[in-house]
């Protein structure tokens, strides 16, 4: 029995050689020390239990946003300060609960509603209130139904949805995703299989927007690319185009047939307003252009848990939306036959009802106003405090909850391991974890990176 | 105007339309084929007649036909509250749901318990489970095929094959007898190549109610040690099967007690009742720890790039009914009563065929478990059902039990007595393989009940 175990387990060794590359260090040897130290008193367990076919499987590699909050946590100093996950906390830097989704979820439980599964392409209140959040209530392509709206699991699920119809229907086309980008867009098209490049983005230099460069990388991509670009809020740089910089990029993408594909994880956090944060989807919209945006609720309606968004696709016809639809449908019923029903019933209770929705607003605002406040006493703190006369005010200029601070690894290792500030090694910092009370410290912390280290 | 700044065009193309229609990027886009679950719901969703029935999706109906929150839901969600949207909450609660999961499978007191000998990740019910384990699998095992019982669930096949792993037959179900075809099932076990992922339904087989019994699951664990094959469960029903828990969860206790390291995908949607939640949980048993959370790890990644994780609310409610024992204790009393009414409608619908004088044997229902019956009525008599009749079920002829009600089991079985009864043509078909389920199916006119008897049949 034992010998039969182990030739089996060899040839699962083959095959798993034969296979993919990407499998992380698989020790042949490993299989032999296994039997060696866990069978020594326990011969008859070989006998009896079958060695897994999973022998050699490594540790799949940390995730280096939620990286920073493990190590976080792990810190016992007094002015530790967590700028590493994107999620908003209060000046008090308390995770906060909308009240406008305690209501709706106040009102959800005394409903008591069924939870009888969802048709595949989602809540159809919701499908309705998101395009139209998205789009605007009145825009045309909403009256000639020809946006095809399918509720997904957040930005990520909808984002993989949208890859997954890429990959059958356009095989071989890119993805350009921004340099840098949201560490995840570059594992969903890899698991989608589709293959992805960048286009430059972030230019160290100013700390700002490299816009001839990602001007040229668009024109330079094959035609008809998928051009993957942030609605608003940049993530990781906070750095936005601005409305002028749209409308080339816009004429660019159209130069080229390629297709707008929109990533809008933050709507609302950018200004503070949700439709002037939808401009620039609004606008390739207006230009009669078919576009790809992908939506979240996780951050402007707090929902991360939830995994609550949605996938559109505006297409040139009413019936070209209705077979695209059929096809995301088509796409997730093997990946979770239907989403899930109760982000879906909050966000269309809320959005779709006016009272809920003015207050929404009314909070929206108050999120982006108070990361504008920290914005500006950063700002304050790091021009009095600096006496270089280096220019900070790309903290000014910058939108959304991140910040790209313009410090190198060993800056932001010095960030940690000195000031027990946390952050993404890419100089990333998350204003929603910041407060007014703590500015001027991170100030301090910054322009002693920026200057003493290298 | 809007025309002059309209330049899509298709790749490498130039336009030579009218202007009747605009091109689109998506004109090479054709419409999917519905899901013929999906289907049946949709059309009997259309159907404005005021008797119609919807025996087609697998959710279970109270004794009224509405759709049942379960008490002890109701109870959880009182005490969960809004707390759970803080998501720094989500990984201890996803935890606390994996690990209450896996008990209720493998047995509290099991030592894959106790040693944590297994990686356990939250996934979006049923379906997402097993997708994680297939992509899983295909990124493991690359070249390994998913042996799947005939019939079996139609989207097992579309799951494994949108992760390009293909799937094989293994023979299950006996259409003469209606039941399992045991001999044939150990057959083709033992002549797959060593090593081979198979799927098995641990109880209340989908879509036949065909379960082997425990002295047959006895023997195929035996073989599978034997072959060194890997089971992997489709948990879906458990509870439902016999109404209790334990029990129904023999199959894997068995394949545990003989040593196999196996997976086991947990749904909670008909169980708990929480279909739209989409709560479950792909468990892959490990031989210690530290393998454990290696494989863990890969299965949280696989799950990040497709959703992240699933939503808090459906773990938190689940992981409160299973951990709060004055919670579960309601819910096991549920789940009884669900699994108890469907039996009882299974007695009814059977005697009530009986009572008609229908010719054909019936016995079937009765004999087969779960949520569904394996009617054994073909395309065409389904067809009528639903034409004539508003009586929706998939055309394979499997009915969802739990929408037979007291007050609509007469109207059925007659129904189902119409369509089959004064045709011997239809005796013959029954003992046929009209049973295989082809996703591509559609309904074709197929003339009026005059010609049922022996037109159709014949064109069949």
Not at chain 1, 149 to 164: D, E, F, I, K, N
Not at chain 1, 279 to 306: C, D, H, P, T, W
Not at chain 2, 160 to 186: G, I
Request: proline share 4%; hydrophobic share 40%.
């Amino acid at each position: 029995m034992a010998s039969s175990v182990l030739s089996s387990a060899s040839l699962s060794f083959h095959g798993i050689h034969k296979g993919k590359s990407n499998l992380g260090g698989i020790n042949k040897g490993k299989i032999d020390t296994f039997i060696k130290s866990k069978c020594f008193g326990r011969i008859s367990m070989v006998a009896a239990s079958n060695v897994s076919r999973f022998e050699g499987i490594t540790m799949a590699p940390p995730d280096p946003i939620l990286g920073v909050s493990e190590a976080f946590k792990a810190d016992n100093h007094e002015l530790k300060l967590n700028l590493g996950v994107g999620a908003y906390r209060t000046e008090e830097l308390q995770p906060y609960v909308l009240n406008v989704v305690k209501k709706a979820d106040k009102l959800l439980l005394e409903k008591g509603e069924n939870r009888e599964y969802l048709p595949i392409e989602g809540l159809a209140a919701f499908n309705k209130v998101t395009a139209e959040l998205l789009f605007g209530a009145d825009n045309p392509v909403m009256k000639q139904q020809r946006v095809a709206t399918v509720q997904g699991l957040s930005g990520t699920g909808s984002l993989r949805l949208a890859a997954a119809l890429i990959e059958r229907y356009f095989p071989g086309a890119k993805v350009l995703i921004s340099a840098p980008t949201w560490g995840n867009h570059k594992n969903i098209f890899n698991d989608a299989g589709v293959p992805w490049s960048e286009y430059r983005y972030y230019d160290p230099k100013t700390v700002g927007l490299d816009f001839e460069g990602m001007i040229a990388d668009i024109k330079a991509a094959p035609e008809g690319s998928f051009i993957l670009l942030h609605g608003c809020a940049h993530n990781p740089t906070g750095i936005d185009p601005t409305p002028e910089q749209w409308e080339i990029i816009a004429d660019v993408i159209q130069e080229k047939n390629h297709v707008p594909f929109f990533d809008i994880a933050y709507q609302g956090f950018a200004s503070g307003s949700l439709d002037a944060d939808a401009s620039s989807v609004r606008m390739f919209v207006a230009r009669g252009m078919e576009v790809i945006a992908a939506q979240s609720y996780s951050k402007n309606l707090g929902l991360y848990a939830e995994r609550i968004g949605a996938i559109n696709v505006v297409c040139s016809s009413p019936e070209a939306a209705a077979r695209v639809k059929s096809q995301l449908k088509r796409i997730a019923r093997p990946m979770y036959s239907n989403p899930p029903v109760h982000g879906a019933r909050i966000v269309a209770n809320i959005v779709g009802d006016s009272t809920l929705f003015s207050e929404w607003n009314a909070e929206m605002e108050m999120m982006a106003g108070r990361i504008k406040n920290v914005r500006h006493k950063l700002f304050d703190n790091l021009s009095s405090k600096d006496k270089s006369g280096k220019d900070w005010s790309f903290v000014l200029k910058q939108i959304g909850m991140f910040s790209f601070t313009g410090l190198n690894k060993a800056q932001c290792d010095n960030m940690t391991n000195k000031w027990h500030v946390y952050m993404t090694k890419d100089g990333r910092i998350s204003l929603a974890g910041l407060s007014l009370a703590k500015c001027e410290y991170l100030a301090d912390a910054i322009i002693d990176s920026y200057h003493n280290v290298s | 105007m809007i025309i002059s700044r309209f330049v899509i065009l298709r790749r490498g193309m130039s336009t030579a339309s009218t202007c009747a229609t605009r091109r689109s990027w998506w004109d090479h886009v054709t419409p999917a084929l519905k899901d013929p679950i999906s289907a049946v719901t949709e059309a009997f969703l259309a159907d404005p007649s005021p008797y119609k029935i919807n025996l087609g999706v697998g959710a279970y109906r109270d004794d009224e036909g509405k759709p049942l929150v379960l008490q002890c839901v109701r109870e959880a969600e009182s005490k969960i509250a809004a707390s759970s949207f803080l998501e720094s909450t989500s990984t201890s609660v996803g935890s606390k749901l994996v690990m209450e999961s896996a008990k209720l499978i493998y047995g509290e007191d099991s030592d894959v318990i106790k040693e944590r000998r297994f990686a356990g990740i939250p996934a979006l019910s049923g379906t997402g489970a097993c997708r994680l384990f297939a992509e899983f699998q295909k990124r493991f095992y690359p070249e390994s095929r998913m042996y799947l019982p005939d019939p079996t669930w139609s989207n097992h096949r579309n799951i494994w094959r949108d992760v390009h792993v293909p799937d094989q037959t293994f023979r299950y179900y006996h259409p003469d007898s209606k039941s399992l075809n045991f001999a044939a099932l150990m057959d083709d076990v033992k002549n797959a190549p060593d090593g081979s992922f198979f799927l098995l339904h641990p109880c209340a087989h989908n879509p036949t109610g065909v379960d082997p019994t425990e002295e047959q699951w006895r023997e195929i664990s035996s073989l599978f040690k034997v072959k060194n094959h890997f089971p992997f469960f489709d948990v879906a029903y458990q509870g439902f099967a016999s109404g209790d828990v334990e029990r129904d969860a023999k199959a894997i206790r068995i394949f545990l007690e003989d040593g196999h390291s196996i997976g086991c995908a947990q749904s909670f949607a008909k169980n708990m009742g929480l279909y739209g939640h989409r709560v479950g949980c792909l468990s892959v048993l490990c031989n210690d720890k530290i393998q454990a959370m290696a494989i863990q790890s890969q299965l949280q990644q696989i799950s990040n790039t497709m959703y992240g994780s699933p939503p808090i609310h459906g773990i938190s409610l689940v992981s409160k009914i299973l951990s709060d024992p004055d919670i579960k204790a309601i819910w096991l009393k549920e789940v009884k009563v669900m699994a108890t009414r469907i039996r009882r409608m299974r007695v009814t619908l059977r005697e009530a065929l009986e009572r008609l004088g229908s010719p054909l044997n019936w016995q079937h229902i009765t004999n087969q478990v779960g949520m569904f019956c394996f009617s054994g009525l073909n395309r065409a008599e389904v067809y009528l059902l639903a034409k004539e009749f508003h009586i929706y079920m998939t055309p394979d002829g499997r009915i969802s039990m739990g929408g037979v009600t007291t007050k609509n089991v007469d109207y059925l079985a007659n129904a189902i007595h119409e369509v089959t009864a004064c045709d011997q043509d239809a005796k013959i078909l029954h003992n046929t393989d009209a049973y295989k389920i082809n996703t591509d199916i559609r309904f074709t006119s197929l003339g009026t009940s005059k010609t049922r008897a022996r037109g159709m049949n014949l064109a069949l």
